[in-house]
């Protein structure tokens, strides 16, 4: 019996499918660059102090460009701080996260760090206590060849070729009353826009990234958009959305829906941007750059003061533990951005080791994957091609924040090259198991290649220090192939890869 139909047709493409939908995000925040990716001491560290196995599983994750070195870190942050000698470095307090930053790891260690995982440095610069001249400045040792003071520095420091960084984003959720040098949208719209205009100067094919609201239930949301772009709208390419979702009193089915509220937010961002490029009689259109999403259980690190006194290095922060539930709304999210990536065309899981992180280490030992790295790792690896706007009938339910879900939802990839595709599902029923018959007749397939899915009968379910690999993906045996469709049975709370030929 069939529950729920996709329909895939060949001409329903909403964009190729883009690299950096697939980033993520490292942050100087908590253990994710110190006793996360930098580990001097750790046994499978290289010179430059980076742990290895870390890079291997990063690597595995697939994820493409870094957003670097923060979110609420930045606002704060001196880059030079971070170059030249370690043993020179200064010692800083960092307001954000209230703790010791030792500049042990900095744009040149990263950017390396980058090149050993093979993604693409995304950089962010200061506009909470900095401004025009400190982002030149990081602008010409990153990127400038040679023969000016601050090129030769970093030629000195150790690296002569330049870093070429084509994204970069002006300060971070400068809305937020929290925000080192949090501002007014009209404030902040007018130090992006001349911050902008003055990069361009460098290098008028730079990709710039405006902020956003730091989410959409902000009281400003909407307006801080508009505002912001109307002072800036010519300067930049892509406006910034950040959204955090975690189950709330129990209600796993509002949870499993969070999708929704993402594709609100896009459509009201991408709404914005039309209307000031519309008003401003622009013939240039401003992307979406979704650069921090991700599951984050925020309301219980607020209440467990985890953040405390003094100035620790390196303290646990942020460290959530992932659910297969968790994992499943992951996998959904991403298969939103996809969906909406012909505006959404760069993104960033925020974040990547540690701090809300698909990659968890320990101190001296193991690295692992949490439940939300195999959604993320296995549709980076299977998406290839374009991106197809599945037709889906299925059967909806209630949900107490979103109104009205659907049970099943999905998207496709499909790559005419080699007639290889890959349908991605989510199955949010939190009771039955639902079949689905997917029509893949105008993509000609007829073998699968893989399937593959993640659930458990316990739905909270997680991986730890113990039990490192308790939840995984496991091989969907009743998918099969016959007569142009595609049938598979999902679990309940489930997400479901299917690759055919
Ligand atoms: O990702 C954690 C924090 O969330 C980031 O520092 C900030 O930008 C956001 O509020």
């Known amino acids: 019996m069939t529950d729920a139909t996709v329909s895939l047709r060949r001409n329903a493409t909403v964009a190729p499918v883009r690299r950096r939908i697939f980033g993520s995000f490292v942050e100087h925040l908590g253990r994710c660059v110190y006793d996360g990716l930098y580990e ?19 690597r595995e994750l697939g994820s493409s460009t870094i957003r670097y070195p923060g979110g609420n870190f930045v606002s704060g942050y001196r880059w030079e701080d971070g170059v030249g000698p370690r043993e020179n470095r200064p010692r800083r307090l960092d307001l954000a996260w209230h703790s010791l930053e030792t500049n042990e790891v900095g744009v040149d260690e990263f950017a390396r760090w980058c090149a050993l995982t093979g993604s693409e440095l995304m950089m962010a610069v200061n506009l909470g206590t900095r401004g025009v001249d400190a982002a030149l400045d990081l602008l010409e040792y990153t990127n400038h060849p040679s023969d000016t003071y601050l090129s030769d520095l970093r030629a000195k420091n150790g690296s002569p070729e330049p870093y070429d960084i084509r994204m970069w984003c002006l300060g971070n959720e400068m809305d937020g009353p929290w925000q080192v040098g949090h501002m007014s949208a009209h404030d902040y719209g007018k130090l992006a826009g001349r911050t902008a205009s003055a990069m361009k100067m460098v290098d008028p094919d730079l990709e710039l990234v405006v902020c956003g609201s730091s989410g959409s239930a902000m009281p400003t949301f909407g307006d801080w958009e508009r ?32 999708s929704l509220d993402m594709e609100y937010f896009i459509a009201t961002v991408v709404s914005t941007a039309d209307h000031v490029k519309h008003k401003l009689r622009s013939d240039k259109t401003v992307n979406l750059s979704f650069d921090e999403w991700n599951i984050w ?35 959904n999210l991403l298969i939103t951005l996809l969906k909406n990536s012909d505006r959404v065309t760069s993104a960033s899981l925020a974040q990547l080791v540690n701090v809300i992180a698909p990659i968890m280490t320990e101190p001296g030992g193991d690295v692992w994957r949490q439940t939300t790295f195999y959604p993320f790792a296995t549709t980076s690896r299977l998406a290839q091609g374009v991106v197809l706007r599945p037709e889906i009938d299925s059967p909806t339910y209630t949900t107490k924040v979103h109104g009205e879900a659907a049970l099943v939802d999905s998207v496709a990839t499909f790559d005419a090259s080699d007639g290889t595709g890959a349908v991605f599902l989510v199955n949010r029923d939190t009771e039955q198991a639902r079949t689905v018959r997917i029509d893949v007749s105008e993509l000609g397939a007829t073998s699968i290649r893989e399937a593959l899915t993640l659930a458990d009968d316990d739905v909270y379910a997680k991986n730890t220090l113990q039990d490192q690999n308790r939840v995984t993906l496991h091989p969907n045996e009743t998918a099969s192939v016959s007569e142009g469709f595609v049938t598979v049975t999902l679990p309940p709370v489930s997400w479901t890869a299917v690759a055919f030929a």
Request: net charge negative.
């Open 40 to 58: 001097p001491t750790h046994p499978t560290a290289n010179e430059d102090g980076f742990r290895m196995d870390v890079v291997e599983l990063v």
């Open 297 to 331: 259980y925020l309301d219980e690190h607020r209440e467990s003061g985890e953040i405390k006194e003094g100035w620790p290095y390196a303290p646990r922060l942020l460290e959530d533990v992932y659910s297969v539930a968790d994992a499943v709304v992951l996998g």
């Open 227 to 258: 505002i912001v772009l109307e002072h800036s709208y010519e300067s930049v390419d892509f406006i910034s959305c950040h959204a955090y979702y975690q189950e709330r009193g129990g209600d796993l089915g509002s949870f499993l829906a969070s």
